[in-house]
């Protein structure tokens, strides 16, 4: 079965920088998309970044030009570096696979943004 384990969340201080990972499982990694989701408390879920299987990336306006998706292939992981960080980021960050066969969650890392 497909799992997806996330790690990296912590508590930073506004301004600091933070990676996270997602190690995959269970799956053809190299075919799907791969996005970082997050939801802070009494707001929907949001998408943050994305990368497709070919390497293409797309990220919610707000985090433009301070967080990076990136992804290996080679050893299942899709990563998000985070710089600059503020406090509107702090938020539960949920790692996602969509795949032809389905479209599957992690169980989430915490990000606290605070001084």
């Known amino acids: 079965q497909v799992q997806l384990v996330e790690s990296g969340g912590d508590l930073v201080q506004p301004g600091g920088s933070l990676r996270l990972a997602c190690a995959a499982s269970?799956?053809?990694?190299?075919?799907?998309?791969m996005s970082w989701y997050r939801q802070a408390p009494g707001k929907q879920r949001e998408l943050v970044a994305s990368i497709t299987r070919f390497g293409t990336t797309d990220y919610v306006h707000s985090v433009k030009g301070r967080f990076t998706i990136s992804r290996d292939n080679a050893k299942d992981t899709v990563n998000l570096q985070m710089n600059s960080l503020k406090p509107e980021d702090s938020a539960d960050y949920y790692c996602?696979?969509?795949?032809?066969?389905?479209?599957?969650w992690g169980q989430g890392t915490q990000v606290t943004v605070s001084s």
């Open positions: 996602n696979a969509l795949t032809r066969d389905g479209n599957y």
């Open positions: 269970g799956m053809i990694f190299g075919l799907a998309t």
